[in-house]
């Protein structure tokens, strides 16, 4: 009887390798890597402290979106002082509203989080709520309304009288308008922002209106150094070269080329040399002093929109983000 029970245990511990080990489907799941796969903590953004790391996070938003982190974005803008002068501001303001209306789903949570705001700077939400896109941008604008009371009469206006929104603000408004639609296309990769500013090119060769002029040079310019940058934004601009009027056309085309060979700075040299032809021949407010500061400042703002976004540190004008232009402006374009 011994003998049999040592038998079969002998029997039992030679057979259990086999019995026990996994089978050829377990085995090939095991090789193939299927075991639970531990996840790795990223590491926290870094904290918006300047203007300019702002202003560096929106110039790669567009590889990186990350929309939660407008609300810390938009409160880092006022810490800053970028948006105490609202002239100044469109890039942010048109990218505050790219954020939104690239993201409908969560849009009012994005606006719920920026609050509170202090009254003086909620503007930057009524207008970015307006230039937003949306679908339901007045209902959304009527649901945060009694959070902005100091805001009643702007509010109103785009909710009732008709006030513009970023696709029916004229660009030859100021340097607002094209900083805003700069700010939406930073958010969105949306061509409709650059058609328009496309369409201020009709002005970069004006001989009678220096405010056009330098609106349109500004803009051939900025769609200029941003395309040299930008390989999607470049091949965006060749396929609107056709479609175009033959000034247009032209002038987007020597933007595109400028990009492709690295030669932005001739675009500024041939902007300063028609300014320069239409102080000598153009009507005589181009040689009011007052005058020539306002055009310099609105120079000054745009060519700032690209410099600070794409992180150049010579832009080849003064640019000061946030400060006083209008000085700068007249040594540099003012009669001499």
Request: hydrophobic share 50%.
């Amino acid at each position: 009887m011994r003998i049999r029970l040592l038998a079969r245990v002998i029997a039992i511990l030679l057979l259990a390798p086999v019995l026990f080990a996994p089978n050829p489907l377990v085995r090939a799941l095991a090789a193939a890597g299927t075991k639970p796969n531990v996840a790795r903590k990223q590491p926290p953004p870094a904290p918006f402290t300047s203007a300019e790391s702002v202003m560096a996070w929106i110039g790669g938003y567009r590889v990186k979106p990350e929309p939660e982190r407008l609300p810390k974005a938009v409160h880092a803008m006022i810490a800053s002082g970028a948006l105490n002068d609202l002239d100044q501001a469109g890039v942010y303001v048109g990218f505050v509203a790219g954020v939104l209306g690239d993201n409908p789903g969560t849009a009012r949570n994005l606006i719920a989080s920026v609050f509170p705001l202090p009254p003086e700077h909620q503007v930057i939400v009524v207008k970015a709520i307006a230039f937003s896109g949306l679908a339901e941008w007045k209902e959304i604008m009527m649901e945060v309304a009694e959070r902005m009371p100091a805001r009643k009469v702007l509010i109103e206006k785009y909710l009732y009288k008709n006030a513009p929104t970023l696709e029916n603000l004229p660009l030859d408004s100021g340097a607002f308008a094209m900083d805003a639609n700069w700010g939406y296309y930073f958010a969105t990769g949306s061509a409709d922002p650059i058609e328009r500013v496309i369409g201020a090119l009709v002005w970069s060769a004006d001989k009678n209106n220096l405010e056009k002029l330098t609106l349109g040079n500004m803009a051939k310019w900025t769609l200029a150094s941003n395309a040299q940058r930008s390989p999607d934004l470049l091949a965006l601009l060749k396929t609107r070269v056709a479609a175009q009027k033959p000034p247009v056309a032209a002038a987007l085309k020597d933007a595109i080329d400028a990009a492709e060979e690295y030669e932005v700075g001739r675009i500024r040299k041939a902007a300063v040399a028609a300014v320069e032809e239409l102080k000598a021949k153009g009507p005589e407010n181009a040689r009011n002093v007052q005058w020539w500061g306002q055009a310099g400042t609105t120079t000054l703002a745009l060519g700032c929109v690209v410099a600070s976004a794409l992180g150049q540190v010579q832009v080849g004008i003064p640019c000061v983000l946030g400060g006083a232009l209008g000085t700068a402006a007249t040594r540099y374009l003012a009669p001499q």
